[in-house]
T-cell receptor, first 116, second 114 residues
Framework: AQTVTQSQPEMSVQEAETVTLSCTYDTSESDYYLFWYKQPPSRQMILVIR??????QNATENRFSVNFQKAAKSFSLKISDSQLGDAAMYFCAYRFPIQGAQKLVFGQGTRLTINP | DSGVTQTPKHLITATGQRVTLRCSPR?????VYWYQQSLDQGLQFLIQ???????AKGNILERFSAQQFPDLHSELNLSSLELGDSALYFC?????????????FGPGTRLTVL
């Protein structure tokens, strides 16, 4: 079964610094999608960034970027110039690639604290 | 605002009772997904519907059932509730833009079973 592992239950960073959140996954598939979701105290799930496995180029969205290492099955999220509003739970997710069924498998999450 | 709505926001009930959670997907989205977020199990996929038909099933308990109606809204029915069913239940939807890879989440329904 596909699994997603986030080995850092909690992380903290100083405001304006850079932080990297780790994620590894297990799959025998060659085509899939990976995502990072943010869950602030409001509990809303917000998509931060996504990566298609067939793309070699790492995805980037403003201050958020990923380091996708397909062979190592690693998908880390880098947040640059951390802001207070970045404080949240971050979930790594894998899209189960059965045709017509797009369920997400989530890691256990990393709680990110931003220190002013 | 994701465009996905869920009602109610909060629900408090007793063990043994039955509740119904409602979800309205984004305009045009044909797929609806239900997820459960609990402290001990994390975020888990329950079930997916596509245009009224069940498409995929996760570790959904037999006491739970769902359906998607012709207007594409979906309901998740939870019966014979137990203390362990207390959780945040999310609905997500996808597909209106032709891209089924991104799921848009609703604000969730917080269920407390006493």
């Amino acid at each position: 079964a596909q699994t997603v592992t986030q080995s850092q239950p909690e992380m903290s960073v100083q405001e304006a610094e850079t932080v990297t959140l780790s994620c590894t996954y297990d799959t025998s598939e060659s085509d899939y999608y990976l995502f990072w979701y943010k869950q602030p105290p409001s509990r809303q799930m917000i998509l931060v960034i996504r990566q298609e496995a067939y793309k070699q180029q790492n995805a980037t969205e403003n201050r958020f970027s990923v380091n996708f290492q397909k062979a190592a099955k690693s998908f880390s999220l880098k947040i640059s110039d951390s802001q207070l509003g970045d404080a949240a739970m971050y979930f790594c997710a894998y899209r189960f690639p059965i045709q017509g069924a797009q369920k997400l498998v989530f890691g256990q999450g990393t709680r990110l604290t931003i220190n002013p | 605002d994701s465009g996905v709505t869920q009602t109610p926001k909060h629900l408090i009930t007793a063990t043994g009772q039955r509740v119904t959670l409602r979800c309205s997907p984004r305009s045009g989205d044909l797929s609806v997904y239900w997820y459960q977020q609990s402290l001990d199990q994390g975020l888990q996929f329950l079930i997916q519907y596509y245009n009224g038909e069940e498409r995929a099933k996760g570790n959904i308990l037999e006491r739970f059932s769902a359906q998607q109606f012709p207007d594409l809204h979906s309901e998740l029915n939870l019966s014979s509730l137990e203390l362990g069913d207390s959780a945040l239940y999310f609905c997500a939807s996808s597909g209106s833009s032709g891209d089924y890879n991104e799921q848009f989440f609703g604000p969730g329904t917080r269920l407390t079973v006493l």
